[in-house]
């Protein structure tokens, strides 16, 4: 009666054991066997898993060694399971012979895939409206970290980006100055990323945080409207901010300031305005009931080389992406000829270039009345209004390239 016991307890064993398979993110399926085997199994992956064992019941057969019973042989197993090994890998410790079960351990941090860390090389270019006057002089303007552009305000970092478009509308009311208050809105937000900075230990995790573009937005945005309460400040601002974390691009955009993403020559990611009604944006500031909140929230995965624009709406309301993505192969394209586009012999893009080519392209068309057409006119006319050409307004141009932190 024992004996038939052992058998059926070993046959049950068996079929748990002959199925019993781990699969890898990294790699294919690993069968998981008793230690008796005395054999080592291994990942094709280049990240080789560590292994932990559980102890097997004492004098607890795990395969019966009758020949009458229809149980497979230890070699006959093996064979049937061999397209399941790999070569031995001497770095993945052989398994014991102490009657243990082997089970590979994937949340071992010792082989957590390795994100990689990248930053930004970047560059700004951009020319305020004709015969708009700035509101600010140049002793006052030192004691900002964002740069303005006639409305137009942003900031660059190895991390961060932002860009704010004050809103002309307040013009024609007296005391208003969105100049001012788009200027406050990125010199706060390059202040909150300089105290992450400073908060942060070890250094090496400066570039793996993971931080909310919009909540830097929200503090940004609190002390800018603190600093209009008491310098009686008024005016409003679009804004959007991204941030650089590993291979990850957290935007927050409220608005009609727009990012793209150009990879290989191609655009893999572009935002939309964010409005109203026509010409009547999402913004912050003064009579304003929308927060940071409303922005709208992307987490986009990069890669090295990837080319970053980011851009007030006085790029995307004169130059269709059509017209961005060839002054962009135009700057790229000799840079790329007879060098691989991967690897150690990526080519050095010089982003200084690209943002000035941009943005004395949108230049010479927001000041051409006779512009054969552009996306601002396009879009008055499905509204109903005549326009021609392009759009008069400050142009504020950042771009940066993905790049190794090394």
Not at 71 to 96: F, G, H, K, M, N
Not at 118 to 123: E, K, L, T, V
Not at 358 to 367: D, F, G, H, I, P
Request: glycine fraction near 6%; aromatic fraction near 10%.
């Amino acid at each position: 009666m024992l004996n038939m016991i052992q058998q059926k307890r070993a046959i049950l064993l068996q079929s748990y054991y002959k199925h019993l398979l781990y699969r890898s993110k990294a790699g294919p399926a690993i069968a998981i066997y008793p230690t008796q085997h005395n054999k080592t199994f291994h990942s094709s992956s280049s990240h080789p898993a560590a292994v932990r064992s559980i102890p097997a019941r004492d004098n607890v057969p795990i395969f019966s060694s009758s020949t009458s019973s229809s149980i497979l042989s230890l070699s006959q197993q093996t064979a049937q399971y061999s397209v399941l090994y790999e070569p031995l890998q001497p770095r993945i410790p052989a398994c014991d012979n102490t009657g243990h079960l082997s089970i590979v351990d994937y949340f071992d941090p010792a082989y957590v895939p390795h994100k990689p860390a990248y930053i930004f090389n970047h560059a700004a270019s951009g020319f305020a409206k004709p015969g708009r006057t700035v509101c600010i002089t140049p002793e006052e303007s030192v004691h900002y970290f964002s740069v303005q552009v006639g409305e137009d305000s942003y900031f660059k970092r190895y991390n961060a980006l932002g860009v704010a478009d004050g809103v002309g509308g307040w013009r024609n009311h007296s005391g208003a100055n969105p100049a001012l208050y788009s200027r406050k809105l990125m010199h706060y937000a390059y202040l909150e990323m300089e105290q992450l900075d400073l908060s942060s230990t070890p250094p090496a995790s400066l570039y793996s945080r993971k931080i909310d573009p919009v909540e830097i937005l929200q503090r940004s945005y609190d002390k800018s409207s603190q600093d209009a309460k008491h310098e009686g400040i008024v005016g409003s601002s679009t804004a959007c901010v991204v941030v650089l974390g590993n291979d990850e691009l957290k935007i927050a955009n409220l608005g009609d300031c727009g990012l793209s993403i150009i990879r290989h020559n191609n655009f893999v990611f572009r935002t939309e305005e964010q409005q109203h009604s026509f010409n009547f944006p999402y913004q912050l500031g003064t009579g304003s009931f929308d927060s940071p909140q409303d922005a709208q929230q992307f987490t986009v995965k990069v890669e090295k080389g990837d080319i970053i624009i980011l851009a007030s709406d006085g790029l995307f309301d004169n130059l269709f992406d059509d017209d961005i993505l060839d002054i962009v192969c135009e700057q790229v394209s000799p840079k790329l000829e007879g060098v691989l586009t991967t690897g150690p012999d990526f080519p050095e893009i010089d982003p200084q270039a690209i943002s000035d080519a941009l943005a004395l392209r949108a230049k010479r068309v927001s000041e051409d009345n006779d512009n054969g057409s552009s996306p601002f006119q396009t879009r008055a006319m499905k509204e109903g209004m005549y326009y021609q050409g392009g759009k008069a307004d400050d142009i504020s141009v950042l771009v940066a390239i993905i790049k190794d932190v090394s």
